[in-house]
């Protein structure tokens, strides 16, 4: 799974392959009323995975990493 937050607009993408392709998931999200923390000022929104059913999650090679910005106002 790949979760890109570009400009405030959050994109999903999964792989089946290891993430030699990727296929983007149909919904893109808006988030800017919930990326800025109005109590703290806090500015950076926290990743959360969440796994059920029967079996295990495994979460590996975990990748945080800023993109280069997109210009803009």
Not at 12 to 20: A, C, K, L, T
Not at 41 to 50: A, C, I, R
């Amino acid at each position: 799974m790949r979760v890109t937050n570009d400009a405030n607009v959050v994109t999903w993408e999964y792989s089946h392959d290891g993430g030699r392709s990727w296929t983007l998931h149909g919904t893109r999200m808006e988030v800017s009323g919930m990326h800025h923390n109005v109590f703290g000022g806090f500015l950076s929104l926290k990743v959360g995975l969440y796994g059920t059913g029967r079996g295990a999650v495994r979460l590996r090679d975990f990748r945080y990493r800023a993109i280069p910005e997109t210009g803009g106002a």
